[in-house]
Nanobody
Framework: QVQLVESGGGLVQAGGSLRLSCAASGRTFSSYAMGWFRQAPGKEREFVAAITRSGGSPIYKDSVKGRFTISRDNAKRTIYLQMNSLKPEDTAVYYC??????????????WGQGTQVTVSS
């Protein structure tokens, strides 16, 4: 069992940066691939980024490539999402998730409660 708690969301102007964190409880954190998803009002939850158990081979949604960076620190049981050059269309609730991995929500068994990111134009 893994419990996930996100932090770091907030209000930022377009072009700005935010760094999201997701802290995990439980000693099995390093056994799980981890991902970030987001859900904007009135839209489906969508994949943003994912990273393997060891921290290699990150994958990204096309629209965030070159702007977002996912990373993890297994010793701290934490993953991060560095978001640069933010756009108003990045506004959403951001969720971290843990499981077998991939780009769909079906690959994840554990979810955080979400953190709001709002980008003003």
């Amino acid at each position: 069992q893994v419990q996930l708690v996100e932090s770091g969301g907030g209000l930022v102007q377009a072009g700005g940066s935010l760094r999201l964190s997701c802290a995990a409880s439980g000693r099995t954190f390093s056994s799980y691939a981890m991902g970030w998803f987001r859900q904007a009002p009135g839209k489906e939850r969508e994949f943003v980024a994912a990273i393997t158990r060891s921290g290699g081979s990150p994958i990204y949604k096309d629209s965030v490539k070159g702007r977002f960076t996912i990373s993890r620190d297994n010793a701290k049981r934490t993953i991060y999402l560095q978001m640069n050059s933010l756009k108003p269309e990045d506004t959403a609730v951001y969720y971290c998730a843990g499981g077998s991995g991939g780009i769909t929500s079906y690959g994840y068994d554990y979810w955080g409660q979400g953190t709001q990111v709002t980008v003003s134009s």
